[in-house]
């Protein structure tokens, strides 16, 4: 009887440990699916406002702008020092804000990108930094890639790869 019990605990183990599989793979389809990777564009270039604060070294956005530029996605201009009722919007038309958030949900996570969009266009997007990040090379550069549009490539190198680890200072488009 004793014996009976094990089994079916275990079972259950094996049917939840199935089920949450399955829908783990689900999850992965439906966000690989819908990570066209040149998804959005902006229809002017944006302005980056830099709403983390002077800690914030200006010559790593400078740098992560620069990054862009060069590459054909254009950033308009950037306010190192905006005014703090600017940072209190949520979301500003026509910019991307960088943030500092120290309760960026998964403690995996460093960086996190929230975009705005209309059609296929870019409308605003928010950039949060876990504090101290800003000091890893590439990050500011991957995070302004998904405000500018782009997914996720999981190609060792290839700066939009979705694991820091695995990010380089590489760009193309994918096939
Ligand atoms: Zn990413």
Request: aromatic share 14%.
């Given at each position: 009887m004793q014996y009976g019990v094990v089994v079916m605990s275990k079972n259950a183990k094996l049917f939840l440990t199935l089920i949450f599989g399955f829908f783990l793979g689900l999850a992965i389809k439906i966000v690989y699916e819908k990570n066209i990777f040149h998804a959005w564009s902006w229809p002017e270039a944006p302005v980056v406002l830099n709403c983390y604060g002077k800690a914030l070294p200006e010559a790593v956005i400078v740098r992560?702008?620069?990054?862009?530029?060069?590459?054909?996605?254009?950033?308009?201009?950037?306010?190192?020092?905006?005014?703090?009722?600017?940072?209190?919007?949520?979301?500003?038309?026509?910019?991307?804000?960088?943030?500092?958030?120290?309760?960026?949900?998964?403690?995996?996570?460093?960086?996190?990108?929230?975009?705005?969009?209309?059609?296929?266009?870019?409308?605003?997007?928010?950039?949060?930094?876990?504090?101290?990040?800003?000091?890893?090379?590439?990050?500011?550069?991957?995070?302004?890639?998904?405000?500018?549009?782009?997914?996720?490539?999981?190609?060792?190198?290839?700066?939009?790869?979705?694991?820091y680890m695995q990010i380089g200072s590489n760009f193309w488009f994918p096939e």
């Amino acid at each position: 009887m004793q014996y009976g019990v094990v089994v079916m605990s275990k079972n259950a183990k094996l049917f939840l440990t199935l089920i949450f599989g399955f829908f783990l793979g689900l999850a992965i389809k439906i966000v690989y699916e819908k990570n066209i990777f040149h998804a959005w564009s902006w229809p002017e270039a944006p302005v980056v406002l830099n709403c983390y604060g002077k800690a914030l070294p200006e010559a790593v956005i400078v740098r992560a702008i620069d990054y862009w530029t060069v590459r054909g996605f254009p950033i308009a201009m950037y306010e190192f020092n905006p005014s703090k009722a600017t940072c209190e919007n949520e979301y500003l038309e026509g910019f991307i804000i960088i943030r500092r958030d120290a309760h960026l949900k998964n403690v995996n996570v460093l960086g996190q990108t929230a975009r705005r969009t209309q059609l296929h266009w870019m409308r605003s997007a928010v950039i949060k930094l876990r504090p101290g990040t800003y000091n890893l090379d590439l990050l500011l550069e991957h995070e302004l890639g998904h405000a500018l549009g782009l997914g996720h490539v999981e190609i060792k190198g290839h700066i939009m790869h979705p694991m820091y680890m695995q990010i380089g200072s590489n760009f193309w488009f994918p096939e």
